[in-house]
């Protein structure tokens, strides 16, 4: 296991066209957080599971943001009728208790 | 305000200099204290991590927490052009989701 993988690593879409990003996460890690972050700024937190249940979900978040993980393995992170401000690198991170973050590379989404 | 400040820098050394980059925090429940440093169109990747007061070495990196004025400081010494990324400082403590500064570019030129 080397680490979070991120699926796709780069995806152009058109506005109003839905998109799914996956994460794979370091296999003995129970924590899974998905971040955003635009260009010049840290990383925005977006949500959290613990296993496969999703604990905490930001109020920045719209209803056209979902995330779920099945099985408390992958998770997914879905946009619904992409806007241009969606625009960003979508990061995901897992953990185990809280000790350090590990990311992924990250899934860069433009919306044209 | 946001819960953690970090100036954007850049921040521009020669090789070999000594680095401070600094950030503040608002959140007095705040006890965890990492940095990380990014690579261009890369993740985050875990420097330093550490709890409440005091200072941590790890090789040429020492992070500092002064918790009495919620200052929060990454020394590099020797710095290398390989030093070159965003270091961006981040917390938590009561909550489980870590809170990151804006980040500072840093550029150590040969």
């Known amino acids: 296991d080397t680490g979070v993988s991120q699926d796709p690593r780069h995806k152009i879409t058109k506005r109003g066209q839905n998109v799914t990003f996956r994460c794979d996460p370091i296999?003995?890690?129970?924590?899974l957080y998905w971040y955003r972050q635009t260009l010049g700024q840290g990383p925005e937190f977006l949500t959290y599971?613990?296993?496969?249940?999703?604990?905490?979900k930001s109020r920045l978040l719209s209803d056209r943001f979902s995330a779920e993980r099945p099985k408390g393995s992958f998770s997914t992170l879905e946009i619904q009728r992409t806007e241009q401000g969606d625009s960003a690198m979508y990061l995901c991170?897992?953990?185990?208790?809280?000790?350090?973050?590990?990311f992924g590379s990250g899934t860069r989404l433009t919306v044209v | 305000q946001k819960e953690v400040e970090q100036d954007p820098g850049p921040l521009s050394v020669p090789e070999g200099a000594i680095v401070s980059l600094n950030c503040t925090y608002s959140?007095?429940?705040?006890?965890?204290f990492m940095w990380y440093r990014q690579y261009s169109r890369k993740g985050p990747e875990l420097l330093m991590y550490?709890?409440?007061?005091g200072n941590k070495e790890d090789g040429r990196f020492t992070a500092q927490v002064d918790k009495s004025s919620k200052y929060i400081s990454l020394f590099i010494r020797d710095s290398q052009p390989s030093d070159s990324a965003t270091y961006l400082c981040?917390?938590?403590?009561?909550?489980?989701?870590?809170?990151f500064g804006t980040g500072t570019r840093l550029q150590v030129f040969p």
């Open positions: 991170a897992s953990s185990q208790n809280n000790y350090g973050y590990t």
């Open positions: 296999s003995e890690h129970n924590r």
């Open positions: 599971f613990q296993n496969e249940a999703q604990l905490e």
């Open positions: 959140n007095s429940a705040f006890q965890y």
């Open positions: 550490t709890y409440s007061s």
């Open positions: 981040a917390s938590f403590g009561n909550t489980d989701k870590l809170i």
